[in-house]
């Protein structure tokens, strides 16, 4: 098995080590297109919400509003709904009582009746012609407020088919002639279907009356009539023969359905005006707030792009107009130390340039006088003659001081012009080294180039650039303690970069910042041999900056350092990396971070430790073939690809020393 690869070929496997969503792996790409689809058309809704408080608290007001009227609905609702079934259950048990009474009562008393229905009052008489009589009397008294059913005791179904059963207009087809075992319904009301069978059976089974909500069904003989909700109420009595049966009441709950769809209606038209009406309201109240805010916010974002005499249109003695007179003193305020610290420096930058131009004059005077007495020099006294010279180099060191100054006075009065061509950077390291190779002599220092085999095109400001790199390697070293100094080309994608790389006494953690500020030096106490005058590396980034390029620098204590200059390929295209890291791979931190990977691969060396060999007293650079074997390092997060140019690594004996840290 490979190392890093997940025991198991299964795909739970494969997702559980995150390759799923990799670009090589399965499901990737695809996931990724679904979930950009998606987020594509919602970006600007989301983005309009996060950025409208106005909106957020509408829709925030609405939403609470919209729950408040629902949750009040449903509670009114049901309430009126509860209301309205008790009256009506009341008002059905009173009229199905007195119905009760009234059937049994005929059902106990003989009929008087003459003609036709006479046989009634003999023993004996035809109950299936009563019953018939007895339904269309009870539901005549009704006039649709309500319907009745009878049914036989047991079964409530017909047996029969008599002809008994059809007379009548209460008769329920289908329903049987022996006894009262039909079914008889009025109003066309379909008797089976209406009842409920759980209701039916607690009638049976059960003396009293029995209530339950259902629906009242029709035959065909109603048309297309459709069912209706109703409440039926039923109970078991007797017939003219002491048979039982069951009689139930029928009420229709059309006019309290009616009713409370009216309530709905106007709970939902109401709520609705209400959410509306309220979300109105917030927008009213918020707009008061949230305009100033806005007035604030723009103001401020003129304030800081430059236009100082904006300010904010105050009206009414509220808190917001409190917070406006506030916000204009703050400008106010703002504007008049603004302008103090514009005087104050632009006094500052004039006093430079002047005393730096007047300074020229005298300067040459003392130049000329300096120059014909060193030439004299060697006609003099041993003390004398160490004394022109010196006076010819600290006059060396006030011109340079004095050109530095005003090239500083042109960064800070914007007067600095940039006169960019294409370049190849070849060229102009091969002039810096050039320059420097008398002071790498005397120091003992080799200067190596790398990445040189191509060409690196920019177009970029010969002169600026040629400033910037002397000034890096000639600090380099000067402070690289005799070691070599290796300085890199590299060029990707729309970004080039130098590198310079020393390996003396380095930078202490936070210098790395400090280091471009004007006449700072990490050791006060260290001797400039060079003659610097504390300006160079302020120079430098001033340079890299009118590029539109980064100057960056790195470092550790006893390690050396490397600084980096970026720059864009072309002129004012936006740099997104650069082709070098800034820490070198021979840094401890990336040794170490090799190290720690080749173990945990497991590709390093078995055995003891070999022990570090002693250092030379001069470390030079090794050969090309020796970086073949260095353990790989980690890319820099943020540069570019690389193309091709080739690192020199480091002894790793060198990384013992510790010295103190330069000034450059």
């Known amino acids: 098995m490979k190392p890093g690869r ?10 559980r080590a995150g390759r799923l969503l990799q670009d090589g792996a399965p499901g990737g790409p695809v996931l990724r297109l679904f979930v950009r689809l998606v987020r594509r058309p919602l970006l600007p809704a989301v983005r309009l919400w996060r950025r409208n408080i106005q909106l957020r608290v509408v829709a925030a007001t609405m939403l609470m509003s919209l729950a408040v009227v629902l949750a009040l609905g449903f509670v009114v609702i049901a309430q009126v709904s509860k209301g309205l079934l008790d009256a009506k259950e009341e008002a059905a048990q009173s009229q199905a009582a007195g119905g009760f009474a009234v059937a049994q009562e005929k059902a106990n008393t003989p009929a008087t009746v003459d003609g036709p229905d006479a046989t009634d009052n003999k023993l004996g008489r035809d109950a299936s012609t009563w019953m018939n009589s007895l339904v269309k009397q009870l539901a005549s008294g009704g006039q649709t407020a309500f319907e009745v ?3 036989g005791a047991g079964t409530g179904t017909g047996t029969g088919t008599g002809s008994a059963a059809g007379t009548g207009p209460a008769a329920a087809p289908g329903a ?6 039909g079914a008889r319904a009025s109003g066309n009301v379909d008797p089976t279907a209406s009842v409920p069978p759980k209701l039916r059976r607690a009638v049976n089974h059960a003396t009293g009356t029995f209530k339950t909500f259902s629906q009242i069904k029709y035959t065909a003989g109603a048309g297309d009539k459709a069912p209706e909700p109703a409440l039926v109420v039923g109970k078991r009595l007797t017939d003219i023969n002491g048979d039982p049966y069951d009689l139930y009441y029928l009420f229709p709950l ?8 009216l309530v709905k209606s106007t709970i939902a038209t109401a709520g609705l005006f209400v959410v509306v009406l309220l979300s109105a309201i917030a927008w009213l109240v918020v707009r008061q707030i949230v305009t100033p805010v806005r007035m604030a916010a723009g103001i401020a974002e003129r304030l800081s792009a430059g236009r100082l005499q904006e300010r904010m249109k105050v009206t009414g003695e509220d808190d917001i107009a409190r917070l406006g007179e506030a916000f204009n003193k703050m400008a106010q305020n703002l504007q008049v130390k603004i302008q103090q610290l514009e005087d104050l420096s632009r006094m500052q930058r004039r006093f430079v340039s002047d005393v730096s131009h007047e300074l020229r004059t005298p300067l040459t005077t003392v130049r000329m006088a300096a120059d014909v007495i060193h030439d004299a020099r060697v006609d003099f006294d041993p003390v004398t003659a160490r004394s022109a010279e010196l006076l010819a180099g600290q006059l060396d060191r006030f011109e340079s001081l004095l050109a530095d100054l005003l090239e500083i006075s042109r960064f800070d009065a914007g007067a600095a012009a940039l006169e960019a061509e294409p370049i190849d950077l070849r060229d102009v390291v091969r002039r810096v080294i050039d320059g420097a190779e008398p002071l790498a002599e005397h120091k003992g220092t080799r200067i190596r180039v790398l990445g040189d085999t191509q060409p690196v095109i920019a177009e970029a400001d010969a002169r600026r650039v040629e400033r910037v790199l002397r000034n890096l390697v000639v600090n380099a070293v000067e402070h690289g303690e005799g070691r070599d100094v290796v300085v890199r080309l590299a060029s990707a994608g729309g970004a080039v970069a130098v590198a310079v790389r020393d390996y003396g006494v380095g930078l202490k953690p936070g210098e790395a910042t400090r280091v471009f500020n004007r006449f700072w030096r990490a050791d006060p106490a260290r001797a400039r ?31 050396g350092s490397q600084f980096r200059l970026t720059l864009p390929r072309t002129a004012d295209e936006p740099l997104r990396g650069s082709p070098i890291p800034l820490e070198p791979e021979d840094s401890r931190g990336n040794r170490a971070r090799a190290a720690a990977e080749a173990a945990g691969s497991g590709s390093g060396p078995k055995g003891p430790r070999a022990q570090a060999p002693v250092r030379p007293e001069r470390s030079a650079i090794p050969p090309r073939s020796a970086v073949a074997g260095a353990l790989p390092v980690p890319a820099d997060p943020t540069a570019l690809p690389g193309n091709g140019a080739r690192v020199v690594a480091r002894p790793a004996d060198q990384a013992a020393q510790e010295d103190g840290a330069g000034g450059r």
């Open 6 to 15: 997940p025991r198991g070929g299964s795909r739970w496997g494969a997702l």
């Open 149 to 151: 059913v009878a049914l």
């Open 176 to 181: 049987g002639a022996s006894g009262v075992k």
């Open 254 to 261: 059309t006019q309290e359905e009616e009713s409370l769809n």
């Open 529 to 559: 041999t060079t003659g610097g005058t504390g300006l160079g590396l302020s120079i430098a980034v001033e340079d890299a900056r009118l590029h539109g390029g980064w100057l960056q620098a790195w470092g550790e204590p006893g390690g």
